[in-house]
C-alpha cells in the first residue's frame, strides 16, 4: 500500500513555527479518520520535497506524532499511523465525549452510586471532612472494549444525579446541565500495577500497568464541582499536554 499524500497548507507568514503547522495538520488526518491505522506514512525526504521544508522542520513535526503515540517507525518497514488509541489533550474534558467524539461508542457500567463520606475527597474539594459526597464508581468502554476505571465524588449540589443518567451521558455534560462549569484543576498523573479487581473489570493481561490520574475540579467561583480518581489501560491510552514557556 502506498502512503497517502495529505493536503497540507503552510503558511510562511504566520508567526507559528512551520513544524507545528505541520504536526498540527498530521494529527488532524489521524484523529478525524483520514489517516487510519496502519496506513503507511509519507517518508521524510518526500515530504519535505513536496511541501518545500527543511528535512529537520519536517523531522520535528514526524518526530512530535511519534511522541504521542500516532506514527510508529520502525527500521527496514517504515513509518505508520499507529493502532487507535485514546489520546486526550491535559485538559477538563470527559472521556466520555473524546471517545463520542471520535466515533467510539462510549458505554458504562456503574459499580457504585451511593452517598457517604469520604475524608480525602472531602478534603481535595475543600470541603469538611464529613461532607456527604456522592459516590460513583464506573467502567467506561469503548464498544465491547474496556478502557478505565473512573471514581468520582461529587458535593452535594450534584447528588441527584442518576445511575440512568450516568449509564447514557458523560459526567462533565451532566454536571454543566446542572451549572456545574468547572475551569480549574489540580491533576495528577501517574502509574502503577492494577489490583485484582481492576484486572478482571479491565480485561488485563499479564504485567501490564496502568495510568492513574487524580483531579479535584473547581467552577469560576471556587466552588467545589468534582474529586476524580481514575486509572486506565496503560496500552490504550496516552495524554498530550502542550508546554508554554511564555
Not at 493536503?7 to 505541520?22: E, F, G, K
Not at 451549572?179 to 502503577?192: I, L
Amino acid at each position: 500500500m502506498s502512503a497517502q499524500l495529505l493536503a497540507v497548507q503552510i503558511d510562511r507568514a504566520s508567526p507559528v513555527p512551520l513544524y507545528h503547522q505541520l504536526a498540527e495538520q498530521l494529527s488532524a488526518a489521524v484523529a478525524d479518520g483520514t489517516l487510519q491505522p496502519g496506513d503507511p506514512f509519507e517518508n521524510e525526504v518526500a515530504l519535505s520535497a513536496r511541501l518545500q521544508l527543511s528535512r529537520p522542520t519536517v523531522r520535528r513535526a514526524i518526530r512530535e506524532l511519534v511522541d504521542q503515540g500516532l506514527l510508529v517507525r520502525r527500521r527496514g518497514v517504515g513509518t505508520h499511523v499507529a493502532g487507535r488509541m485514546v489520546h486526550r489533550r491535559l485538559k477538563l474534558s470527559s472521556l466520555y465525549d473524546d471517545l463520542a467524539r471520535e466515533g467510539r461508542d462510549p458505554r458504562t457500567t456503574i459499580l457504585e452510586h451511593e452517598i457517604r463520606e469520604d475524608e480525602r475527597a472531602a478534603i481535595a474539594l475543600d470541603l469538611p471532612p464529613d461532607t456527604p459526597l456522592l459516590s460513583i464508581v464506573r467502567v467506561r468502554s469503548a464498544g465491547d472494549s474496556p478502557l478505565a476505571i473512573l471514581h468520582n465524588w461529587l458535593p452535594p449540589a450534584y447528588s441527584d444525579l442518576t445511575r440512568e443518567d450516568l449509564e447514557t451521558s458523560g459526567l462533565y455534560a451532566l454536571l454543566r446541565d446542572r451549572g456545574g462549569r468547572p475551569v480549574v484543576a489540580h491533576q495528577s498523573v501517574g502509574a502503577r500495577m492494577p489490583t485484582a479487581t481492576e484486572r478482571r473489570h479491565l480485561k488485563i493481561r499479564g504485567s501490564h500497568p496502568l495510568l492513574t490520574m487524580t483531579r479535584s475540579a473547581f467552577d469560576a467561583g471556587g466552588n467545589a464541582v468534582e474529586f476524580g480518581d481514575h486509572c486506565y489501560r496503560a496500552q490504550d491510552y496516552t495524554v498530550d499536554l502542550m508546554v508554554d514557556e511564555r
